[in-house]
């Protein structure tokens, strides 16, 4: 009875403590609003970042490219993070933003492009984001 009660337990505690829990990601298309494809210089610079709903502003994940390979399918996830403890998976509600930097630089300045995802959480797929507003 000692064996078989061990094996239950064991069975127990491999099911209810996984190894390690699946790296978080988020996916979807990016694409440019026809309003804006003659403003945006086909080597312009596409950045796709993730960052938390709440909290702190640093991205989570990015993901770069250029207008010419627009539209595209993306994915980000926690081998994207800038950080180790900034992870998608730390977070519960995240944002995918993209934007085309007209200067080729991460920081965010008038005169770019911008599209952002509503509030999300890790996982979600078939995000459909829209480059449609010009960063004032």
């Given amino acids: 009875m000692n064996k078989f009660l061990s094996v239950v337990i064991a069975a127990i505690l491999f099911i209810a403590i996984p190894a390690h829990a699946a790296p978080a990601s988020v996916s ?3 694409s440019l609003s026809p309003a804006l494809i003659g403003k945006a210089a086909p ?4 950045f796709i970042l993730a960052r938390a709903a709440q909290g702190p502003r ?17 994915t980000l996830d926690d081998s994207m993070a800038m950080q180790p403890q900034m992870k998608l998976s730390n977070f519960d509600q995240i944002v995918v933003a993209a934007r085309v930097s007209k200067s080729g630089g991460a920081m965010s300045q008038a005169g770019d492009f911008e599209g952002v995802s509503a509030t999300v959480k890790p996982g979600a797929k078939g995000l459909n984001i829209v480059i449609d507003t ?3």
């Fill in 134 to 136: 010009i960063v004032k």
């Fill in 43 to 46: 080597t312009d610079t596409v």
């Fill in 58 to 74: 640093m991205p989570l994940a990015v993901f770069r490219k250029q207008v010419k390979d627009l539209p595209l399918e993306f």
């Fill in 28 to 30: 979807g298309k990016v």
